[in-house]
Nanobody, 115 residues
């Protein structure tokens, strides 16, 4: 089992940047895939970006070229660097761990982008 705690959300103007962090309660070295997702009221949670234990990255089309996911196994932390933010990026952002036998989720952090 792993607990995840997100941080770094907040209010930013369009065009600005934020970096989200996801701290895990144990080593993430062997976790197959870590990811960031987001959700707005009335909509399903959607994938933003994932990164495998080997470093392969996958992004939603809507964030390609603007967001970067990374992981620091030594710090048990996953990051999401978000640049050129748009109002439509406003959502609650969730970190997730996918070790293969279960999915673990953080509590979420709010990101609000003003126009």
């Amino acid at each position: 089992q792993v607990q995840l705690v997100e941080s770094g959300g907040g209010l930013v103007q369009a065009g600005g940047s934020l970096r989200l962090s996801c701290a895990a309660s144990r080593s993430i070295f062997s976790i197959n895939r870590m990811g960031w997702y987001r959700q707005t009221p009335g909509k399903q949670r959607e994938l933003v970006a994932t990164i495998t234990s080997g470093g392969s990255r996958n992004y939603a089309d809507s964030v390609k070229g603007r967001f970067t996911i990374s992981r620091d196994n030594a710090k048990n932390t996953v990051y999401l660097q978000m640049n050129s933010l748009k109002p439509e990026d406003t959502a609650v952002y969730y970190c997730a761990a996918h070790p293969g036998w279960a999915d673990y989720w953080g509590q979420g952090t709010q990101v609000t982008v003003s126009s």
